[in-house]
């Protein structure tokens, strides 16, 4: 098993900026791919950036340019800089790690 916990969510205006954090323990020597994920209210749970320990990364459309992942394989920690901040990108955001672990996650919000 892997646990995984988040932190670095809050409230931040438009505009601004927020750096989210996820360390992992327990089996971390399974993990390849790890990334985050967002949940707004009323809607289904959407990817938005993925990275493999090779540092291969993945974005949704809809975060590219302004979010960046980033990893530290000797610390087992995955970050997410959130610059640009708009109020739809207001969620639970969720840590992933390869296969099916998740976080307890972390609300988002941003205010217009």
């Known amino acids: 098993q892997v646990q995984l916990v988040e932190s670095g969510g809050g409230l931040v205006q438009a505009g601004g900026s927020l750096r989210l954090s996820c360390a992992a323990s327990?089996?971390?020597?399974?993990?390849?791919?790890m990334g985050w994920y967002r949940q707004a209210p009323g809607k289904q749970r959407e990817l938005v950036a993925t990275?493999?320990?090779?540092?291969?990364?993945n974005y949704a459309d809809s975060v590219k340019g302004r979010f960046t992942i980033s990893r530290d394989n000797a610390k087992n920690t995955v970050y997410l800089l959130m610059n640009s901040l708009k109020p739809e990108d207001t969620a639970v955001y969720y840590c992933?790690?390869?296969?099916?672990?998740w976080g307890q996650g972390t609300q988002v919000t941003v205010s217009s």
């Open positions: 992933y790690a390869n296969y099916g672990n």
């Open positions: 327990g089996r971390t020597f399974t993990i390849n791919t």
């Open positions: 990275i493999t320990n090779g540092g291969n990364s």
